[in-house]
T-cell receptor, first 113, second 116 residues
Framework: AQSVTQLDSQVPVFEEAPVELRCNYS??????LFWYVQYPNQGLQLLLK??????LVKGINGFEAEFNKSQTSFHLRKPSVHISDTAEYFC???????????FGQGTELSVKP | DTGVSQDPRHKITKRGQNVTFRCDPI?????LYWYRQTLGQGPEFLTY????????KSRLLSDRFSAERPKGSFSTLEIQRTEQGDSAMYLC??????????????FGPGTRLTVT
């Protein structure tokens, strides 16, 4: 069965420091990969997506992610975080081109001054 | 276009009561999805529609749950005989086919259900 593992449930970091949120997935077929952000009491907002092509994907708010097929990973990075980046981040896969998304359990990013 | 909307935003109900949630997708989006999210967890897929056809249902969707999208526009999710374990955030998303065959899902703000 397809699954998504976010390796860190909580990531505390100081403002202006770099951050990496890790995501591994299991699938025997090609997948589309996504990172979403969720602010308190809100729905999910798409940060970035990997469909094909370049393995380095740039998204909104200065985030980027790198697809590594051999490692089945899709880690999210930002070189310098802001207080406003404090939120829950979810990695998700779609192996059926438009069907359901399978989400990881989320990583709570907490940016401290 | 105001995005995906859900109504109500919050619902408190007593165990055993029936509840119904509504989702209005982005105009022209032919796919509509329902997910459930419990505290500290990622969203879990419940079901999705293409136009008015329900294409997939999760095993999580017991026979107390029913979803409809009668005219291929808005959708309703009904939970009969609610249980405390049904307390969760219910998220709706919609999508349409984009480049490379992907379907980017746009999420609504969710309906938070509390069963007392």
């Amino acid at each position: 069965a397809q699954s998504v593992t976010q390796l860190d449930s909580q990531v505390p970091v100081f403002e202006e420091a770099p951050v990496e949120l890790r995501c591994n997935y299991s699938s025997s077929v090609s997948v589309y990969l996504f990172w979403y952000v969720q602010y308190p009491n809100q729905g999910l907002q798409l940060l970035l997506k990997y469909l094909s092509g370049s393995t380095l994907v740039k998204g909104i708010n200065g985030f980027e992610a790198e697809f590594n097929k051999s490692q089945t990973s899709f880690h999210l990075r930002k070189p310098s975080v802001h207080i406003s980046d404090t939120a829950e981040y979810f990695c998700a896969v779609d192996q059926n081109q438009g069907g359901k998304l399978i989400f990881g359990q989320g990583t709570e990013l907490s940016v401290k001054p | 276009d105001t995005g995906v909307s859900q109504d109500p935003r919050h619902k408190i109900t007593k165990r055993g009561q029936n509840v119904t949630f509504r989702c209005d997708p982005i105009s022209e989006h032919n796919r509509l999805y329902w997910y459930r999210q419990t505290l500290g967890q990622g969203p879990e897929f419940l079901t999705y529609f293409q136009n008015e056809a329900q294409l997939e249902k999760s095993r999580l969707l017991s026979d107390r749950f029913s979803a409809e999208r009668p005219k291929g526009s808005f959708s309703t999710l009904e939970i009969q005989r609610t249980e405390q374990g049904d307390s969760a955030m219910y998220l709706c998303a919609s999508s349409t086919r984009e480049t490379l065959g992907s379907y980017e899902q746009y999420f609504g703000p969710g309906t938070r259900l509390t069963v007392t």
